[in-house]
């Protein structure tokens, strides 16, 4: 007699229940809201969708941007402080390089007492940014900001503190620029310290500036600059002879 081969059957029900098991618990199947657009992915913030013709095409944006699906634009990654994620907040590993903790974005000085200065990358390329006289990068809005607004810890000289020496800013004198528009908040010099100057907040609430080490305030530019270029503090960091 021959032998008799015993054929096990699964059923197709089983075998796709098995497959979907080795799975992500996670498992999300994404589906066209509209034939045809761009649509954010409902758990990562820097991930969406492509649609044409009712199909989709995943997406991610360039390192450090995120989807922005109310922006008007065709590209639709934008920066991380002009985006609401709300529950989107996976994001795709990042990818630093340098002083860019990821390839775009705007990103404070990586030494924590430097508040005046931040970094634009770019595709993995950074541009360094210095705030104007007096204020500090705000992560949080990408903008330079009074000091108290950005609340940072640790800053160094270049901190405003509210003054406990007597300024008061003038009354009633609104202070021009070269170009004759009124200055909103005006800066004024120490008339002792050439590398301290005051800042009056909407040209009312004085606060206290402070240059680096090595520089002076230009009363002419309304900020910080070489001594050379400031009459009468030429000399301030010069050391005195003590023959």
């Not at 994001?91 to 005046?116: A, E």
């Not at 310290?193 to 002419?220: A, H, K, S, W």
Request: one cysteine or more.
């Amino acid at each position: 007699m021959g032998k008799r081969i015993l054929v096990v059957l699964v059923p197709l029900t089983v075998a796709l229940v098995c497959s979907a098991a080795d799975e992500s618990e996670d498992y999300f199947e994404f589906s066209c809201p509209k034939p045809d657009g761009q649509f954010e992915d409902p758990f990562q913030c820097d991930r969406y969708y492509e649609c044409t013709d009712g199909r989709y095409t995943e997406k991610l944006c360039p390192d450090g941007l995120v989807f922005n699906p109310d922006s008007k634009l065709a590209n639709k990654c934008d920066q991380v402080f002009n985006v609401n994620c709300g529950d989107r907040k996976e994001l795709q590993p990042p990818k630093p390089v340098g002083v860019c903790p990821r390839q775009n974005g705007f990103f404070p000085h990586p030494d924590p007492s430097i508040c005046n200065i931040f970094f634009n990358c770019v595709n993995g390329r950074e541009i360094e940014m210095t705030c104007v006289a007096g204020l500090h990068f705000y992560q949080q809005t990408g903008t330079c900001v009074w000091p108290d607004m950005a609340n940072r810890q640790g800053c160094g000289s270049n901190a405003n503190k509210k003054l406990n020496d007597g300024f008061q800013c003038p009354k009633n004198a609104t202070k021009m620029d070269k170009n004759g528009q009124a200055i909103t908040h005006p800066n004024y010099p120490h008339l002792e310290d050439c590398q301290r100057f005051y800042i009056c907040l909407n040209g009312i609430e004085p606060r206290q500036g402070t240059c680096e080490d090595g520089m002076v305030y230009n009363e002419d530019l309304q900020r910080c600059d070489e001594p050379e270029n400031v009459p009468g503090c030429e000399d301030w960091y010069s050391i005195p002879d003590l023959n």
